[in-house]
């Protein structure tokens, strides 16, 4: 079984506490654009079932759970990230209590083997690429141009360091881990908090463009801290996603991927119900 060790931070007001340092992270759609919509036709999400279970496992500090917003795949509705010592395995259509049980089951195994697994028979059918840096699990190629590790390499194919192979792009974990300070995520109990579906949807957005190399996450954080900073000076609150949206809009407008007047139309069908409001 996974060993924990203390790992002591002292806080800003001094006092040194032990922050549990995660062997990984599970994330699950719930309240996204599509997972879980049972009015929009999609089956709802065993949100209970991925719970009490985490609970009954004791997996709190040691593999945490994460009940959201969007993460980004909408074609497939109710998809669930797993990341373990820095690997991402995605999951579509987890639906049914079964596949909860089976992933966790999953997650012990590895926790037992101390090292990352493929998805068992039962999770097979369930699991996709939606990382530019892995390869697809049944070996098809893909678009994107990348060097994969050859097969085998890691049982889960993907790159140690979780950097794709132009040294830029950081996994999702790692993103979520540098955000600190003033522009650290909201949490609540330590999982993310995002408290509209556009929120998840933004964020998972940022980490995708990433991924793709597109930008560099510092140059976005950096930026990301300087607004907040200016928004904190400002007469009242400000909502934490909305200087996200506006610092990633001001960064793909800096690098023309989108411009002023195509943002103001998108925004314009979106308003007034011209665009669909799920994929």
Known sequence: MYQRRRNIVVRRDGRPVNVARFRGQLFVCATGCCCGRTEDGFAAVPTETFHREWERRRLRNVVHLTIGGCLGPCALANVAMLLFDGQ???FHSMDSEAQAVALYDH???MLEADRCLPPPAALAPYHFTASTWQPRPDGQPVDDVRRWPPRGAHACAAPDSGVSADGRALSVDRVVAVMEGQAALPRKNGELVFEEPWQGRVFGMAVALHERGLFEWEEFRQALIARI?????GPGPFVYYEIWLQTFEDLLAGRGLVTGPELDETT????????????
Not at 229 to 233: D, M
């Open 229 to 233: 900073a200016a928004a904190e000076a």
């Open 88 to 90: 991402t395995q995605w």
């Open 268 to 279: 314009y069908q979106f308003e007034f119900g011209e665009r669909d409001d799920v994929f």
């Open 107 to 109: 997650v012990e195994r």
